[in-house]
């Protein structure tokens, strides 16, 4: 059921710094998950300082399909200034957290809305299979899962991954700076909040570095 307080049930996040080449198969992709969902939802794109024409064509996007929703930044700030923007202006009662580079699947985000819905405030994606290199992007974030859930308590396989889903609640009251996006998890843990975790879809990169 959605909470009267709230016009639309699900805002999705994307951060998007030069992504031109993806954004075309992320529509479609987002479409599909979003809309089989059945209840108003919203994609909050915010554009981080795209130097590529990436929010020429968010624009484009935009004017065809009314659930979007945009936000550009002056120059690039990072990942976590990114999120920062887009939570602000989210309107949902879940908030979704994903990037844009199709490495994260949308087909998921019905899978973390059936999670979160069974009593969690926040659900993290795992990329058990995670498709990237292993010395420069896997194994750097095996040793920082390892030390952050040591430091935080936190006991997430993959507390490094992007794609989660939040209650409003739990996320919007958080200020996110620097790395902060990383420690998420521990910041809602420590607000009282019952966190849980689902194996998700990662895919190689196709478009852009």
Known sequence: MI???YAVKLSVVLPIFNEIGSLSELDRQLS???TSLGFPCEVV???DGSTDGSWARLQE???SNPMYRM???RRNYGQSA???AGVDVARGEFIV????DLQNDPADIPRLINEVNKGFDLVSGWRRSRQDFFWSRRLPSIIANSLIAKVTDVDLHDIGCTLKIYRSEYIKDITIYGEMHRFLPALVRQAGGKIGEIEVNHRARKYGK
């Open 61 to 63: 996007l935009s004017s």
């Open 45 to 47: 794109c915010v554009d």
């Open 3 to 5: 909470d009267p307080e």
């Open 32 to 34: 599909e998950a979003i």
């Open 97 to 100: 957290l994903m990037d844009a």
């Open 82 to 84: 990114a999120l920062a």
């Open 71 to 73: 936000v550009k930044l």
